[in-house]
């Protein structure tokens, strides 16, 4: 009997991260037209008949709708977890395809978006509760780091595909190799959805000894009404909020300052590169001490990273104009550490914060508002009167969350402690 137990606790062993692996995919595949779009940015406004601006409610139907439906579709992320995870697969594989056949319709290629969108807000904040409901407690940081860092990477692998692809080419030959960078993306999103019946399969054996949670609408309310909790979500998303539209803005400065194409790509890979190097070190350093059953110090990597972004920032803004360009671009890799690469330590964090709530409150609420700080950031400073000064406005709007961060946010370790 106990051979068996055993057996099977090996087999789920090696399924968990078949399916973590598929959410990845599903992941990466979801997300990677959201920044491949980006150094083509102009092209493709003039391949819809569309202005720059107007292009850019293409990349915020992700934002709306993860901001809308989040919350409407966490019941169905609880009670149907495999069949969640299908449908966005289908949503996003619908969503490329039509992508690829309007051509260049600007109001289709919109409703294709939402449907990419509606996909996104089936998985995206989904990391934290994935990590409860197949890994072990000492297993917990390193899967949700892989599950929200698999965005990153897509995002990552977006811009440089498009960077690479479409550098140096003519204008004959723009409409052809975007369409095939399409296509590209909806194959990959198909083999995706097969990769993802996987996800249909329930764990054999629950390894969250602990279920004592919240409803998902107590949660949330939990979380809304708790005045310090507020804090933490306003400060926190802030920064997630400005890393996601920080290419944009730092990419118009590059451009006004007469830097090329290349340096533009190199600058904004460093960044992304940092984000996800940065969830590396912080992950590895709290599985240390996971594994070793001891508290994590999130509090210490956390406000160690936030700082050394913030303030490499703040150097930024002050002598941009005068910074060589090699050391702009490792500049860019702090940033994008202190910016976006905290996002998984952050969810931990706060999950250990606010127990028994439920993950996917945390991650719906971190999400949306994210979301929110992203959208309202590129539609009101990157109109033209404000695009001179678009970028430094942002960034010094990120003093009162950082100094929150660094002097009030502390972590409490409820969850810790109940399943000890």
């Known amino acids: 009997m106990k051979e068996d137990r055993k057996q099977q606790k090996n087999n789920q062993g090696l399924y968990q991260w078949v399916v973590l692996t598929s959410f990845c995919l599903n992941s990466i595949s979801n997300i990677f037209m959201f920044t491949g779009l980006t150094p083509i940015w102009s092209e493709v406004a003039i391949y819809y008949g569309t202005t ?12 709306i709708t993860l901001i809308i439906f989040s919350y409407l579709f966490n019941p169905i992320i609880i009670k149907y977890f495999g069949i969640s995870q299908l449908l966005s697969c289908c949503l996003t594989s619908l969503g490329l395809w039509l992508l690829y056949y309007v051509k260049h319709n600007y109001q289709l290629g919109l409703l294709c978006f939402g449907l990419i969108g509606l996909g996104e807000a089936f998985y995206f904040q989904v990391p934290l509760y994935l990590s409860k409901l197949w890994f072990a407690h000492d297993q917990r940081i390193i899967s949700t780091f892989i599950a929200q860092y ?17 550098n140096d080419i003519d204008e004959s030959e723009f409409d052809q190799r975007f369409e095939n960078l399409i296509l590209f993306n909806a194959i990959l999103a198909t083999i995706v959805l097969g990769c993802n019946f996987t996800t249909l399969k329930s764990p054999s054996i629950h390894l969250d000894i602990i279920e004592i949670r919240l409803s998902i609408w107590e949660s949330i309310k939990k979380i809304i009404m708790a005045e310090e909790a507020i804090f933490d979500f306003l400060s926190i998303s802030s920064f997630i909020g400005l890393s996601w539209c920080y290419t ?12 090329t194409y290349f340096q533009v790509t190199q ?6 590169v940092g984000q996800i190097a940065a969830a590396a070190y912080c992950t590895w350093q709290l599985q240390r001490q ?15 990273v936030i700082s050394l972004g913030f303030w490499m920032l703040v150097f930024e803004i002050i002598l941009f104009e005068y910074i060589p360009f090699v050391i702009l671009v490792f500049i860019n890799f702090f940033i994008g550490a202190g910016l976006g690469g905290l996002y998984s330590v952050f969810l931990e964090s706060l999950m250990e914060k606010h127990f028994p709530v439920q ?14 700080v992203s959208l309202t950031i590129t539609m009101t400073l990157v109109i033209p009167k404000f695009l001179k000064y678009g970028f430094q406005i942002s960034c010094y709007l990120m003093i009162i969350p950082f100094s929150y961060i660094v002097l009030f ?12």
């Open 290 to 304: 996971s594994k070793a059953g001891i508290q994590q110090d999130y509090d210490k990597q956390i406000k160690t």
């Open 52 to 63: 720059d601006y107007d292009l850019n409610w293409f990349t915020n139907m992700y934002y």
């Open 267 to 272: 600058t904004n890979i460093y960044f992304q």
């Open 248 to 259: 944009i803005l730092f990419g118009t400065q590059q451009y006004q300052l007469g830097q």
């Open 409 to 420: 946010y502390k972590t409490q370790f409820r969850r810790f402690e109940a399943e000890a």
């Open 150 to 166: 698999s965005n990153n990477i897509g995002m990552l692998l977006g811009y440089t595909v498009s960077s690479v692809y479409f």
């Open 359 to 372: 993950e996917l409150a945390i991650g719906s609420i971190f999400a949306s508002i994210s979301s929110t």
